[in-house]
């Protein structure tokens, strides 16, 4: 059974251009969180999916972020016209529908790191 | 507001020796709390979860404890091994209704020298 899949691992954009990030949850798994990891700091929440449905939304920025989990495909969270404060380690977990909600744990993924220039 | 605190030093010890590491929080009563470790480079791992109702949960060479009175979790890791050092995170269950949202502590780093 695979794990959590990020892609790219790595990516490097320059001022206002776009960032799309993807993961793909463990098999079984329809619940999807993303998290961001700024140097020197911890991981903080971004946002809640399940298939095709925001659940929590309270961690994002108002503006340039977005996210989404379709019926099929992986999850993309997506950052328009990036800044330079955007540069962070984006992680994505999954959980099974039995555990989501109540006291299961996350599985991550490796991260996909995001320099802007 | 809900708070997590880890201790930001890094903590350095022998091998051999138990590592403890102390995990606080505020304004909150959380169902739960997880510990996750996290090594250079990689996304946290999950190693164990203590619910309210529990006082100690062991798994192999780890121990967690959990006070809900004192609002803190005692993370010890005996017999440590420098395989062993890494970023440990203390994460707590936040969020209306249940969503499943974590919120983490910092980290405390751990170095176990051979």
């Known amino acids: 059974n695979a794990g959590v899949m990020q892609n790219p691992r790595h990516l490097v954009r320059r001022r206002g251009q776009e960032a799309r990030l993807r993961c793909s949850p463990m098999?079984?798994?329809?619940?999807v969180y993303w998290y961001r990891q700024l140097p020197e700091e911890g991981l903080k929440f971004m946002v809640y999916?399940?298939?095709?449905?925001?659940?929590?939304e309270s961690g994002m920025p108002k503006e340039r972020f977005s996210a989404e989990f379709p019926k099929e495909g992986p999850s993309i969270l997506r950052i328009q016209q990036v800044v330079r404060g955007d540069s962070a380690a984006y992680f994505c977990?999954?959980?099974?529908?039995?555990?989501?909600?109540?006291?299961?744990?996350?599985?991550f993924g490796p991260g996909t790191r995001l320099t802007v220039t | 507001s809900q708070k997590i605190e880890q201790n930001s030093e890094a903590l350095n010890i022998q091998e051999g020796k138990t590592a403890t590491l102390t995990c606080n929080y505020t304004?909150?009563?959380?169902?739960?709390l997880q510990w996750y470790r996290q090594d250079p480079g990689r996304g946290p791992v999950f190693l164990l979860l203590?619910?309210?109702?529990?006082k100690e949960k062991r798994k192999e060479r780890l121990k967690v404890t959990f006070d809900t009175t004192l609002k803190q979790s005692l993370f010890h890791i005996t017999a440590s091994q420098p395989a062993d050092s890494a970023t440990y995170l203390c994460?707590?269950?936040?969020?209306?209704?249940?969503?499943?949202?974590?919120?983490f502590g910092q980290g405390t780093t751990l170095q176990v020298k051979p």
């Open positions: 098999k079984g798994h329809s619940h």
């Open positions: 999916l399940q298939k095709e449905n925001i659940i929590d």
């Open positions: 977990a999954s959980s099974p529908p039995s555990r989501a909600g109540s006291s299961g744990e996350q599985y």
């Open positions: 304004n909150y009563s959380p169902a739960y």
């Open positions: 203590i619910r309210e109702n529990e």
């Open positions: 994460a707590l269950p936040t969020g209306s209704g249940n969503t499943g949202k974590l919120i």
